[in-house]
T-cell receptor, first 115, second 114 residues
Framework: AQSVTQPDIHITVSEGASLELRCNYSYGATPYLFWYVQSPGQGLQLLLKYFSGDTLVQGIKGFEAEFKRSQSSFNLRKPSVHWSDAAEYFCAVGLLNSGNTPLVFGKGTRLSVIA | DGGITQSPKYLFRKEGQNVTLSCEQNLNHDAMYWYRQDPGQGLRLIYYSQIVNDFQKGDIAEGYSVSREKKESFPLTVTSAQKNPTAFYLC?????????????FGPGTRLLVL
């Protein structure tokens, strides 16, 4: 079955440290790939997305993600985390040539930032 | 400002009662979506609509109903058949239906059972 996996339920990093959040998918073809962020009690905000072309994608708030076809991964990175980055992060995929099937979301990774 | 509004922010339901969650968008988007969010479960799709007067069931449609009579509105009714309705409900929209379309989210409604 097609799926999106975020292996880490909760990650804690120190402010100023680097961050990498993992996302893996199991689809036969290259999907559309998205990362969203959700602050507590709020809706989701798009950080970045990948459709084709350059496999390193830049997003808002200093985030970037790299698509690796060989690993079926789309990991999110930030070189220096700020306390305001504490939130939940969701990876989502959309299937090419799937008609109008909506995005499929991973279960999320909660990021805590400590001083 | 363009965006998606959801009301109310908090909603309380009594046993056996139907309640309706509002979702309105002024983005002129064709497609709209309803998700349920539970801790540790991520987002699960309840219903989606690709165009006015049309909607499809998502993964967890049982106990819910929707309508799409206007392009800008996609209300969700949580019926008494939904035995565990306590959750955070998110509405989203996209310019067009399709797997490559970015979804834009409202602020959510938290439903609690009394």
């Amino acid at each position: 079955a097609q799926s999106v996996t975020q292996p880490d339920i909760h990650i804690t990093v120190s402010e100023g440290a680097s961050l990498e959040l993992r996302c893996n998918y199991s689809y036969g073809a290259t999907p559309y790939l998205f990362w969203y962020v959700q602050s507590p009690g709020q809706g989701l905000q798009l950080l970045l997305k990948y459709f084709s072309g350059d496999t390193l994608v830049q997003g808002i708030k200093g985030f970037e993600a790299e698509f690796k076809r060989s690993q079926s991964s789309f990991n999110l990175r930030k070189p220096s985390v700020h306390w305001s980055d504490a939130a939940e992060y969701f990876c989502a995929v959309g299937l090419l040539n799937s008609g109008n099937t909506p995005l499929v979301f991973g279960k999320g990774t909660r990021l805590s930032v400590i001083a | 400002d363009g965006g998606i509004t959801q009301s109310p922010k908090y909603l309380f339901r009594k046993e056996g009662q139907n309640v309706t969650l509002s979702c309105e968008q002024n983005l002129n988007h064709d497609a709209m979506y309803w998700y349920r969010q539970d801790p540790g479960q991520g987002l699960r799709l309840i219903y989606y609509s690709q165009i006015v007067n049309d909607f499809q069931k998502g993964d967890i449609a049982e106990g819910y109903s929707v309508s799409r009579e206007k392009k800008e509105s996609f209300p969700l009714t949580v019926t008494s058949a939904q035995k565990n309705p306590t959750a955070f409900y998110l509405c989203a929209s996209s310019i067009a239906p399709g797997a490559g379309e970015t979804q834009y989210f409202g602020p959510g409604t938290r439903l609690l059972v009394l």
